[in-house]
């Protein structure tokens, strides 16, 4: 079974920083992965994408020039590097997975077959 889990998250002032990490089950870090957000009331929303060996990334339009994504696959771990933070930026973030052999990023949740649990990012203005 596939398992992902996120760490990283918690409460900071605007303009503070946080990164995220992703733990992957081993076997299952040879694809593409994925961070994607959701907060209060709105719909969960693509935030970033990485390939299967960290040679292309893709930002969405709302954390372009604030957020980065990396991977380390000798520790199975994905980051997502948060800095210059918004209240906006709120929300529970998700790390995902493509399916073992889908190498390439996608920004469309629906191509993302694992799951973490989510954690918390707390932005005070």
């Known amino acids: 079974q596939v398992q992902l889990v996120e760490s990283g998250g918690g409460s900071v002032q605007a303009g503070g920083s946080l990164r995220l990490s992703c733990a992957a089950s081993?076997?299952?870090?040879?694809?593409?992965m994925g961070w994607f957000r959701q907060a209060p009331g709105k719909e969960r929303e693509f935030v970033a994408a990485?390939?299967?060996?960290?040679?292309?990334?893709y930002l969405g339009d709302s954390v372009k020039g604030r957020f980065t994504i990396s991977r380390d696959n000798a520790k199975n771990t994905v980051y997502l590097q948060m800095n210059t933070l918004r209240p906006e930026d709120t929300a529970v973030y998700y790390c995902?997975?493509?399916?073992?052999?889908?190498?390439?990023?996608?920004?469309?949740?629906?191509?993302?077959?694992?799951w973490g649990q989510g954690t918390q990012v707390t932005v005070s203005s």
């Open positions: 995902a997975a493509r399916a073992a052999w889908e190498l390439y990023m996608t920004t469309e949740e629906s191509k993302y077959d694992y």
């Open positions: 081993e076997g299952t870090f040879s694809s593409a």
């Open positions: 990485i390939n299967w060996n960290g040679g292309s990334t």
